[in-house]
């Protein structure tokens, strides 16, 4: 027998839905609020700004990065994210370019700010178009831009069909944004607002204009400097210290770009388009071609000027070339290339390399966290080098050290003499410290700094860091030649850049010479390898948020086609990264 059997029936309560949510910090603190109340309430609850060093501008909402002025919704992770923070120095950076912008504008409404590049003390040096920068402008201007941070006045998200956003460009007389954002997939565009003024800026903003209060300007050369703090010092601005050479370098890549034809990314694209689509396009080989060149002027002047040292009677006066720069600069391919140069003209290189001089391992200092410290000073036996340097600059043999990374000690290696003949090439992080060879003749010396100084700008007021260009080429490095992933490399970025500031940059003022390593085209070229490995970075990471900054920017970049890319020469610098370098297996001084 069986017997039929209800369920019970379930007690119904009713409820509210909850008008408030709750947003939760890293050190345990929840604060709530009703639903759509900004994060930068939440932010301003929590006083950040008294614990923290620079000033919170961002958060990360559960694992994302999300702009200040936004509503909170639902409950939350955050995370402050400040201006000592790499995310927030770049949002000042950019917010208080707009603040700059919407200043001019309703000053010199005939004249158009464009950036130009960065400068190493922190700053952007800018131009007015047509028109120099005097003392009476940039005070006008400086004045006006305290008075919109006073006022304190928000700065808004617009999203704008992007037909519309294209014809207030050309209104505006900014081609260039109309052609670049033409190419656009989605159907809108977000410009951001202030004080009435609307304009696209590639990244987030910070909410308010009282958030900027920190800045200077100042007149240089026929423009004028933009000061903003630096990430390592985030609530003070560095002293301005003027660097003539670097100046130069810079002046000298906008003439590059005339020559080339190729200002801005969007000239980049439509000389990648223009063309048959059956053949290699004419305009964008030139491009490469004439890229390539200006690079090979660059060596034949480092070239001819140490070969130029030794034309008198005691022969050549430099002995020692030191080569320095930051990772991913092309300093492999650049020194190869020089030691041809130098044996066409009679000089015969050898190489010296700096990792055979480490100390033993329990004598490698150890950093803040007790970790050995490879990249200290200190990790090379200084002693040791200067007196085998000079051993072979008096004509005496040495017997070369080779350090095993497996025991950590040094061994003896090959017995090494040069003539007068010969010059010695060394490659290392510390080639610019003069601490390095300052029992070295200093007419023996000739040292040179290689970084990539420069690369196209969006538009006149969107500048793309020299630092991602690197760090898109030492991810598709890592991933051709050493097997990272490019999480790998970008968890790796930060530790990499500290020892960059900590041990080459501040010696970058020593160099006899620089030599810049951007190319025009190269992340056009790039970008095909490059968004796939971003893409491949697992989401909900700290990584992830930088893969996708990257990817963000390189969306404007059409990608160079393969057929194109055949084209690059085999010893270029790009090809240290992305691969097929004809001088890979080639060691100056050794004969193949």
């Not at 059997?5 to 709530?32: L, N, S």
């Not at 002046?251 to 694209?269: F, M, R, T």
């Not at 090959?414 to 010059?423: F, S, T, V």
Request: hydrophobic fraction near 40%.
């Amino acid at each position: 027998m069986t017997h039929d059997t209800q369920p019970p029936t379930p007690m119904i309560i009713p409820t509210t839905p909850r008008q408030t949510v709750q947003a939760r910090f890293p050190d345990g603190r929840a604060f709530e609020a009703p639903i759509d109340t900004p994060l930068e309430a939440f932010v301003a609850a929590a006083g950040f700004d008294e614990q923290m060093p620079g000033r919170v501008v961002a958060v990360l909402m559960n694992h994302r990065l999300r702009e200040l002025s936004i509503s909170l919704k639902t409950d939350a992770d955050l995370i402050p994210i400040t201006t000592a923070d790499s995310d927030g120095s770049r949002i000042y950076r950019r917010s208080l370019t707009f603040l700059m912008v919407v200043a001019a504008a309703e000053l010199f409404p005939a004249y158009t700010i464009t950036i130009m590049h960065s400068m190493p003390f922190g700053g952007y040096y800018c131009e007015f178009d047509g028109v120099r920068a005097t003392q009476t402008d940039l005070d006008a201007l400086k004045k006006r831009m305290r008075e919109l941070v006073a006022a304190d006045l928000p700065i808004t998200q617009v999203r704008v069909p992007l037909d519309e956003a294209l014809q207030l460009f050309r209104d505006w007389g900014d081609e260039e944004k109309a052609q670049l954002f033409a190419r656009r997939r989605k159907d809108y565009l977000t410009l951001y607002e202030l004080n009435g003024e609307r304009d696209y800026f590639h990244g987030f903003m910070a909410p308010r204009t009282s958030y900027l209060d920190l800045f200077d300007l100042r007149p240089y050369n026929n423009g004028f400097i933009l000061q903003f703090p630096r990430r390592h010092q985030p609530d003070v601005l560095q002293p301005f210290e003027d660097e003539p050479v670097l100046a130069r370098v810079f002046q000298e890549y906008a003439q590059w770009l005339a020559l080339i034809g190729v200002p801005k990314v969007a000239a980049l694209n439509e000389t990648l388009s223009s063309g048959p689509p059956e053949a290699p396009s004419g305009r964008i080989l030139q491009a490469i071609l004439v890229s390539e060149a200006l690079h090979q002027r660059q060596l034949n002047r480092i070239a001819n000027e140490i070969a130029e040292r030794g034309a008198n009677k005691q022969g050549i006066a430099a002995r020692i070339v030191l080569i320095s720069g930051p990772t991913s600069a092309g300093k492999t391919t650049f020194s190869k290339r020089l030691a041809i140069q130098l044996l066409a003209r009679g000089i015969h290189p050898v190489t010296i390399g700096m990792d055979n001089y480490f100390v033993n391992r329990e004598d490698t200092p150890r950093d803040e966290t007790g970790a050995f410290d490879f990249e200290a000073f200190e990790a090379v036996d200084v002693a040791f080098f200067q007196q085998q340097m000079r051993q072979l600059l008096q004509g005496e043999t040495i017997i070369q050290p080779r350090f095993n990374f497996h025991t950590g000690r040094r061994e003896e290696g090959e017995p090494l003499a040069i003539g007068p003949e010969h010059i010695i090439l060394i490659e290392g992080i510390h080639g610019l410290n003069p601490r390095l060879v300052q029992n070295v003749p200093p007419e023996a010396v000739y040292r040179i700094f290689i970084s990539a100084f420069t690369q196209l700008n969006l538009d006149k007021h969107n500048r793309i860091p020299t630092t991602d260009t690197r760090l898109l080429r030492r991810i598709v490095r890592d991933a051709t030649h050493r097997g990272y992933t490019a999480a790998d490399t970008i968890a790796r970025w930060p530790s990499v850049r500290r020892g960059e500031k900590r041990h080459i940059f501040p010696y970058q003022q020593y160099a006899d010479v620089f030599f810049n390593s951007a190319l025009v085209y190269e992340l056009a070229a790039l970008k095909p390898f490059a968004e796939p490995l971003l893409l491949q970075v697992e989401p909900d990471t700290p990584e992830r948020i930088e893969a996708n900054r990257l990817r963000a920017f390189l969306q404007w970049f059409d990608p160079l086609p393969d057929d194109i890319r055949a084209h690059i020469p085999g010893d270029s610098i790009l090809r240290e990264f992305m691969g097929g370098s004809i001088l890979e297996h080639y060691q100056p001084g050794v004969l193949l």
